[in-house]
C-alpha cells in the first residue's frame, strides 16, 4: 500500500496506543481532536473524519472484479501473526469502523442494518457492493480484530490492554460495539463512580454486582456522576452488557485517580480491611488497612485517638493505594474491632477512616495479593470472613446452608484478633432466598449469577494472565438454575470447532478443574450457560502463559546487570548496569583480579553456639478508638438511616438503608408488592454434592521459578507478587529472591539502603561441580530443556528436581561442547567459585562503605549478641556493632566509634550487619564441617550476594536450612574455597 496509509498506521498507534496508556484499557474509537492529531503527525492534508474514511478506503478493493473488497488487509492481517510486535496494518480501518459503531448508537439504534449502512457511507462504497462488502466483513473480521488484540498482548499490556472481543450478540458487528460503548470522557465518570462506591482500586468484580452498583446512577435524573450517553445506553439491554463489561474492566484498571476528588466533597472516605495468611516462618495472619489514596513514597498517617494521636508509616501499594508499612507493631484487634479516623499524608492531609462490623467478608484479590474487605460476599469467589466470637453459630449455619465445603476456622493462630474469629477458604455457592438475620447480611450476595476463575498461579504483569502449569478451576453459580454448562475454547471468541474442555452439571453450581487438561500457552474463553440456553449467561477470557512464552527473552539482552569490581566498593552486595569490563554475571565471570594474598587462615571446624535469652516483644500499638458498650457492634441492634420521601417521588422497588453506627447497609422493599414477592421466594436451600475447596499442602517452587523465568526481569513489587502465592510476607518474599542470587539464577541490584530496585534473570549455563556433572544455572523453559535433552540424547542424561526449594536441572555425561554452543548454550570449563571468592573484598572495605545516616527515631532497639548469634534488647546505642532498630519495621545497621561519636549508623541488611559485627569480634560466623565438607552459619545469618554464590557455585545448591539446630549449610565445598571465603570474611 501507499506510503500514506502507513504514516497514519504508525500515527494512530503512537497517538492513540501511546506508553501512556500501559496497563489501562485502550479502545480504537478516536473523537474528532484524536483524528486531527494522527493525521496531522502523518501529514494528511484533510485533517477530518472525512480525511481519514479517505485514508482506509484506500486499503479496500471496491471495484476490481473477482477480487475480495478487503484482500489486501486480510493477506496483511495474515502476515502479522507471524510478527505481532509490529503495528497492525488494519489500525485505520479499525479506527473507522469503530466510530461507525459510535454514531450507530448515539441515536440508540442497535439494529444490525443500522451499522452497515452508516459504514457503507463513510467509506463511500456504492450501492452494487453493499452485500459484497458486509459478507467480506463477516470473512475476516475476527482476523482484523485479533490483530489489534495479539498486538497489543505481544506488548504485553504497554500499549494497553484488549478490549476488542465479541463472544455473544452480533459477533460481528460486536467487535466494532466493543470499542464505541464507553467513551474517553465516560470512563472519567466511572472512575468517580467507583471512588464513590468505595470499591477499590484494581479490584475485579463479577459484572452482575457491577450492574448493581450502576443501576442507581444510571437510572437516576440527572445520571451523575455517569454521562447522559451512558444513561441513554443504559435503556437498551444489548448495550448495558457491554456497558457493564467495559466499567469491570476499567475498574480492574484503575489507579485510583479521582478519589482525591471525591474526598473533597466527602467528609472521610472508607478505608478496607487486607488480611494476609502467612506460612513463613510460620503460619500466621496479619491485617492490614489499604488507604484509597496514591503514594509515590513513603508517607505517614495519623491516627486520631481519644487522647493525641497514633502516627503510623506508610508505603505505595498496588493499583494505586496505600499500606501501612510497619503492621507488626500495630494491634489487630485495634484495626478490626475499633472505630478508625485519621489523615493521610504531611502537607495535603487527606481524611480517611473505617467503621468495625460484626461480620465482614474479605475477597482474595491477586493485583493487592490479599484479601480486601468488601462490603458483600461475591458468589463463587474465595473469601476469608470475620466474624464477632458471638455471632459464631450464627455465621456458622450460615455457611453450612451455603458455602461449598471445605471452608474452616483459624483458630489459635499468631496474628487472630481477640474476640474475633476467622473463617478461611469460604466460597458462598446459594443465595439466601427468605429473611437474613442483619449480622448475615454481608455474607448474603447481591448477584444471582457468576463466573469465577478461581486459584491457579497468577503471573504479574500488566496484562491478567495465569500460568500454565498452574491454571485456575472454573467456578459457576446459577442461582434458581437446574443444571450449568461450561464451555472452554481455545482462542479469543466461541467457536464450537474450538471448545477444548466442557463440563455440564446439575444444580446451582459447576466447577471445572483446568489443571491436568493439557491447555498451553495462549488465551480462551470460558463460557458458562444456565439450563442448556443457547447464549452463555457469562463468559471471562483467560490468558494462560509460561517460560515458554517469555515477556523478556534474556537471550535477546545477554547481560542486564552485573556486578562488577568498577562499580563501588559495595560491588559483591549489588548489580548494576552492565558498562564494566570486569564483572560477575550469573556464573560467568569475565576479567576479575584476585584480592587474596599467598597465604590464608584455614576457615575453623564450625562449632554451635548457645542461644542467648530472647528479647522482649514490645507492645502493640492501638490506632482507633474503642466502640461503646451500646454500640451495634457490641449489641447487634442497627439503628438505619432511610432517605426522605418527597412530595411526588415516584415509588421504586427497594429503599437502601445505612446503619449509623457500623455503616452496614440494607435494602429494604419499597412497594407492597415487592415485599409479598420477597416473602414468596423464601424456600429452602439444599447445596449439590460438589467437590471441597482443597488446598495445595506444598507450595510448588517449580511453578514460582517458571513465573520468574517468563516474567525475566522486574521491579522487587514484580517479584513479590509471584512469591506472595506461595507466602504473602514480604520475609518470604526476600529469602527466596536471595536464594535465587546465591545460586546465580538471578543477579539483583539494590540501592544505598540496601532495598532491591530491581531483579534479572541469567543467560542459562552450564557449571561443572563434578566430573561428568553439570548443572544449569540462570534461564529455562520447558521449550529450552526439551532442546537440551535433544541435543545430548546419546550423551547425557538430563534430570530436573527441586532442591533447597529452587528448580534445580542436572546434567550426567559427556557434553557436546561445541554444538551445545552453536546452539546458544554458555558452557563453563570449570567452576567460577574460586575466581568469585578471589576477588571479593574485605569485609572490613565493605564496612566502611556502607551508607551513613543519622540515626533514626525508633521505638526500640537491639544490639547483635556475637556470641551466642542472636539479637538481645538494648538500652542505648553506644556499643561498636551490629544493631537493630524497630519502629513500625525494622532497620539493621552497625554502629563504628566514628558512628558514635558523630551520631550516625551504617545502613546494611539482616545479613551483613552480622557477619561485620562478629568481624569486629573477631568471631566469624561461618565454620567448616569437615566430615560433610560443608560450609555451615547460624540461621539467618548466610553469606549475602556474592558472598554466598562463591559458597553456592560449588555444588550450584542454595544453602540448607537446618531449622531444629539453628544452622544453614553450604554443601560440598572445597576446604581451597571456604579458607579464601574465611580470609574475607576475617578480614
Not at 636 to 650: D, Y
Not at 837 to 850: F, I, Q, R, T
Amino acid at each position: 500500500m501507499g506510503s500514506e496509509y502507513e504514516r497514519v498506521s504508525e500515527a494512530i498507534a503512537d497517538v492513540m496506543f501511546d506508553p501512556s496508556k500501559a496497563g489501562r484499557p485502550v479502545y480504537a474509537l478516536a473523537d474528532a481532536e484524536t483524528i486531527r492529531a494522527v493525521l496531522e503527525a502523518a501529514e494528511v492534508e484533510d485533517q477530518t473524519l472525512a480525511g481519514l474514511a479517505s485514508v482506509a478506503t484506500s486499503s479496500l478493493q471496491l471495484n476490481l472484479p473477482g477480487v475480495a473488497p478487503f484482500h489486501w488487509q486480510a493477506e496483511v492481517a495474515r502476515h502479522h501473526q507471524r510478527q505481532p510486535l509490529e503495528t497492525p496494518p488494519a489500525l485505520p480501518l479499525l479506527v473507522v469502523l469503530s466510530i461507525a459503531a459510535e454514531q450507530m448508537q448515539a441515536d440508540g439504534d442497535l439494529a444490525a442494518h443500522n451499522y452497515y449502512s452508516r459504514l457503507h457511507r463513510m467509506l463511500h462504497v456504492p450501492t452494487s457492493e453493499h452485500q459484497r462488502v458486509e459478507n467480506d466483513y463477516r470473512r475476516i473480521a475476527n482476523l482484523l480484530w485479533g490483530s489489534l488484540n495479539s498486538w497489543l498482548e505481544a506488548w504485553e499490556g504497554e500499549r494497553g490492554i484488549p478490549t476488542a472481543y465479541a463472544v455473544g450478540g452480533h459477533a460481528f458487528i460486536g467487535l466494532p460495539m466493543s470499542q464505541a460503548v464507553v467513551r474517553q470522557h465516560d470512563r472519567a465518570g466511572l472512575h468517580e463512580l467507583f471512588a464513590i462506591e468505595g470499591l477499590p482500586p484494581g479490584v475485579r468484580i463479577a459484572p452482575d454486582d457491577m450492574s448493581l452498583a450502576m443501576e442507581p446512577y444510571a437510572t437516576a435524573n440527572p445520571s451523575l456522576p455517569l454521562s447522559s450517553h451512558l444513561a441513554s445506553l443504559w435503556r437498551v439491554p444489548a448495550a448495558r452488557q457491554r456497558i457493564v463489561d467495559a466499567a469491570c474492566l476499567e475498574l480492574e484498571t484503575w489507579d485510583g485517580s479521582g478519589i482525591e476528588a471525591v474526598a473533597s466533597a466527602r467528609p472521610v472516605v472508607a478505608t478496607r480491611l487486607l488480611a494476609f495468611l502467612r506460612t513463613f516462618p510460620r503460619k500466621s495472619i496479619e491485617f492490614n488497612l489499604m488507604l484509597p489514596y496514591r503514594s509515590e513514597e513513603p508517607d505517614r498517617a495519623r491516627f486520631q485517638l481519644a487522647h493525641g494521636e497514633s502516627i503510623v508509616p506508610t508505603i505505595s501499594g498496588p493499583g494505586g493505594s496505600t499500606r501501612l508499612s510497619g503492621v507488626e507493631g500495630v494491634s489487630a484487634t485495634s484495626l478490626i474491632g475499633e472505630q478508625l479516623a485519621g489523615e493521610f499524608g504531611e502537607d495535603d492531609r487527606r481524611p480517611f477512616g473505617r467503621r468495625p462490623k460484626r461480620v465482614t467478608p474479605l475477597r482474595w484479590d491477586d493485583l493487592q495479593g490479599a484479601f480486601v474487605e468488601a462490603e458483600r460476599i461475591s458468589l463463587g469467589e474465595d473469601s476469608v470472613v470475620l466474624a464477632r466470637s458471638d455471632a459464631r453459630q450464627r455465621v456458622e449455619a450460615h455457611l453450612n446452608s451455603h458455602a461449598r465445603p471445605g471452608w474452616q476456622e483459624l483458630a489459635d493462630l499468631p496474628g487472630n484478633p481477640e474476640g474475633w474469629l476467622v473463617y478461611q477458604h469460604v466460597q458462598i455457592v446459594s443465595a439466601p432466598t427468605g429473611q437474613v438475620h442483619l449480622d448475615l447480611l454481608p455474607l448474603a450476595p447481591r448477584a444471582r449469577t457468576s463466573l469465577t476463575l478461581r486459584g491457579g498461579f497468577v503471573l504479574p504483569g500488566l496484562l491478567r494472565k495465569w500460568s500454565t502449569l498452574e491454571p485456575p478451576e472454573v467456578v459457576a453459580v446459577a442461582a434458581g438454575g437446574s443444571s450449568i454448562h461450561i464451555r472452554v475454547y481455545r482462542g479469543t471468541r466461541i467457536d464450537p470447532a474450538m471448545v477444548v474442555a466442557e463440563s455440564v452439571q446439575t444444580g446451582e453450581l459447576a466447577v471445572l478443574p483446568l489443571v491436568g487438561r493439557g491447555l498451553s500457552d495462549g488465551e480462551y474463553v470460558i463460557a458458562m450457560s444456565v439450563d442448556e440456553a443457547s447464549k452463555p449467561s457469562s463468559t471471562a477470557l483467560l490468558r494462560l502463559r509460561s517460560s515458554r512464552t517469555p515477556q523478556f527473552r534474556v537471550e535477546e539482552v545477554d547481560i542486564r546487570l552485573v556486578y562488577s569490581p568498577n562499580s563501588s566498593p559495595c560491588w559483591p552486595l549489588t548489580a548494576g548496569p552492565p558498562k564494566w569490563p570486569s564483572h560477575v554475571n550469573g556464573a560467568r565471570t569475565v576479567g576479575l583480579n584476585s584480592l587474596v594474598g599467598e597465604a590464608v587462615t584455614p576457615m575453623p571446624e564450625f562449632m554451635p553456639r548457645k542461644r542467648g535469652p530472647s528479647t522482649a516483644v514490645p507492645a502493640k500499638t492501638r490506632v482507633g478508638t474503642p466502640t461503646a458498650s451500646d454500640s451495634c457492634l457490641v449489641t447487634g441492634k442497627h439503628r438505619f438511616l432511610l432517605p426522605p420521601v418527597l412530595a411526588g417521588q415516584t415509588p421504586t422497588r427497594s429503599i437502601e438503608g445505612e446503619c449509623t453506627g457500623c455503616g452496614l447497609v440494607r435494602r429494604f422493599a419499597g412497594t407492597p408488592w415487592a415485599a409479598k414477592k420477597k416473602d414468596a421466594a423464601a424456600k429452602a436451600v439444599v447445596l449439590p454434592k460438589i467437590p471441597p475447596v482443597t488446598e495445595s499442602a506444598e507450595p510448588d517452587f517449580e511453578v514460582a521459578f517458571d513465573a520468574v523465568n517468563h516474567v525475566g526481569t522486574g521491579s522487587l513489587g514484580t517479584f513479590e507478587r509471584i512469591a506472595a502465592q506461595i507466602e504473602g510476607s514480604g520475609l518470604f518474599a526476600d529469602s527466596f529472591l536471595r536464594r535465587l542470587e546465591v545460586v546465580g539464577h538471578v543477579d539483583v541490584a539494590r540501592d544505598a539502603y540496601h532495598q532491591v530496585t530491581e531483579w534479572a534473570v541469567n543467560t542459562a549455563t552450564l557449571v561443572p561441580t563434578d566430573d561428568d556433572r553439570w548443572v544449569l544455572i540462570g534461564s529455562r523453559s520447558g521449550a529450552l530443556l526439551d532442546r537440551l535433552k535433544g541435543l545430548l540424547d546419546g550423551y547425557a542424561e538430563v534430570a530436573a528436581t527441586v532442591d533447597a526449594e529452587l528448580s534445580r536441572v542436572e546434567v550426567c555425561g559427556t557434553l557436546p561442547v561445541s554444538t551445545l554452543m552453536e546452539a546458544g548454550f554458555t558452557v563453563l570449563d570449570a567452576s567460577p567459585a574460586k575466581d568469585i571468592a578471589e576477588a571479593l573484598p574485605a569485609l572490613s572495605d565493605v564496612a566502611k562503605s556502607l551508607k551513613r545516616v543519622i540515626v533514626p527515631t525508633h521505638r526500640s532497639a537491639e544490639f547483635w549478641d556475637t556470641s551466642a548469634a542472636s539479637w538481645r534488647q538494648a538500652e542505648s546505642l553506644v556499643k561498636v556493632g551490629a544493631y537493630r532498630l524497630k519502629d513500625f519495621g525494622s532497620t539493621y545497621a552497625i554502629r563504628t566509634a566514628d558512628d558514635i561519636a558523630n551520631g550516625t549508623i551504617g545502613l546494611g541488611n539482616a545479613q551483613i550487619v552480622k557477619h561485620i559485627a562478629n568481624l569486629w569480634a573477631c568471631d566469624p560466623l561461618v565454620g567448616y564441617h569437615s566430615r560433610s565438607r560443608s560450609v555451615v552459619t547460624p540461621l539467618g545469618a548466610d553469606l549475602p550476594a556474592l558472598y554466598g554464590r562463591a559458597l553456592a557455585l560449588c555444588s550450584a545448591r542454595a544453602p540448607r536450612e537446618i531449622v531444629n539446630h539453628r544452622m544453614l549449610q553450604y554443601p560440598s565445598v572445597p576446604r581451597e574455597i571456604a579458607d579464601i571465603i574465611y580470609d574475607r570474611v576475617s578480614r
